[in-house]
């Protein structure tokens, strides 16, 4: 097992839950380093499994596709809701609404019969002001616990210096690992305001590719060539990479290394937004959880206003909302971005360009995901006929 790759190690893993069909799963982010095939093929059998299915996912489309009830961590207790995760947050958002509506209602009528215990509490009207009092109490509104689901704001600012037409121009690109090719004489240009998703199955050269675009790793063959005033932030899959977790560095020293000119209450601004309140933003690097280090990373990013984000597997270790609002700031966004991702809801919710790894051959596509599959599958079909 030491001796394969983390993805693999996982499957194998996976393998071994499923292998033998028992009474019930228990699954704990189960998509975490599975490549959409991978995701597709679990999903169907999950659909025809017979037991009982408890899973753990910050995958939407996923917990969309199989679950049948969700049961939801908040408000510092667990609510079982029918249906899928889409129809939790449609269900949980009303009734929210509809207890902050009637508490509000409760306070305007409490606020009338105040009035009126003021006007007539020392006049002969006693028996009415004492009805009144008596309701007062009675319509004290329900004390409603705040939400302990916390979603960071990202918003990617204005870089300070806008990119030229042409980001990157790339030319009979080639890379492999010894026999294995996993880019082969590609080419393409990218332009300022692109919004990629580069998908494919894992091996197939994703983070390859992102380390070319990001001058992390030299080509084999073939060129890259920056357009004007480039800018690149970048996001690796390793978060080790540009975390340091052997020394005694804060998220704070580390944010503010990224940007010296940076006034402290910028940085401590940038590490509110990314969920570090207080004394946290003073957590040493070596304590930080996996979806910790990944927001600080962005964190980075929003702080340093690169013109060009390249971020590889940025949803790992994120939870839902920390997604939801990563796909906001990216579409958002009025740059060039380039995102490799498993996260079919993240993908969605940003790109208009995709770039497929597949056996060995890249497709560049213009189009959303949804469109890039519909194409697909309507190929597979249209061979099966023939």
């Known amino acids: 097992m030491s001796e394969i790759p983390t993805d693999r190690q996982f499957r194998v893993l996976l393998c071994q ?18 490549d959409l095939e991978s995701i597709s093929w679990l999903e169907e059998f999950l659909l025809h499994y017979k037991g009982i299915l408890v899973v753990v996912s910050h995958d939407r489309h996923f917990l969309n596709a199989i679950c049948t009830d969700i049961a939801d961590l908040d408000y510092e207790t667990i609510i079982t809701y029918p249906g899928n995760y889409d129809a939790m947050l449609v269900t949980k958002t009303a009734v929210r609404a509809r207890a902050e509506d009637e508490n509000k209602a409760k306070e305007k009528k409490i606020s009338q019969l105040k009035e009126f215990v003021a006007k007539f509490g020392a006049g002969t009207r006693a028996s009415q002001v004492q009805s009144r009092v008596r309701e007062i109490d009675r319509l004290q509104p329900q004390d409603l616990k705040k939400s302990n689901i916390l979603r960071p704001y990202i918003r990617f600012s204005n870089p300070e210096k806008q990119a030229g037409q042409v980001v990157f121009k790339i030319n009979g690109l080639s890379k492999g690992y010894g026999e294995n090719k996993v880019i082969s004489k590609f080419s393409a240009e990218i332009h300022r305001g692109d919004k990629i998703a580069i998908i494919g199955n894992n091996g197939q050269g994703k983070t390859t ?6 001058g992390v790793t030299a080509p084999d063959a073939g060129s890259i060539t920056k357009g004007n005033n480039i800018d690149i932030g970048y996001f690796p899959q390793n978060h080790g990479d540009v975390l340091n977790k052997h020394t005694d560095e804060t998220a704070f020293d580390w944010l503010k290394n990224r940007k010296a000119i940076a006034y402290d209450q910028d940085v401590r601004g940038v590490l509110g937004r990314m969920l570090f309140g207080g004394d946290d933003a003073f957590k040493p690097l070596r304590n930080l959880s996996g979806g910790e280090a990944a927001r600080l990373i962005v964190g980075g990013l929003l702080l340093t206003t690169p013109n060009v984000l390249l971020m590889d597997e940025p949803n790992n270790h994120l939870d839902l909302e920390a997604v939801s609002a990563l796909a906001v700031g990216l579409s958002g966004f009025k740059e060039t971005v380039i995102v490799a991702s498993h996260d079919r809801e993240l993908i969605s919710g940003f790109a208009t360009k995709i770039i497929a790894l597949e056996q060995g051959q890249i497709h560049v596509f213009e189009g959303t995901l949804d469109e890039y599959l519909a194409k697909k599958q309507a190929g597979a079909s249209a061979k099966k006929r023939s």
């Open 17 to 34: 839950a499923l292998f033998g069909n028992p009474d019930a799963l228990l699954l704990d982010e189960p998509t975490n380093h599975l």
């Open 209 to 214: 590719l992102l380390k070319l675009l990001a």
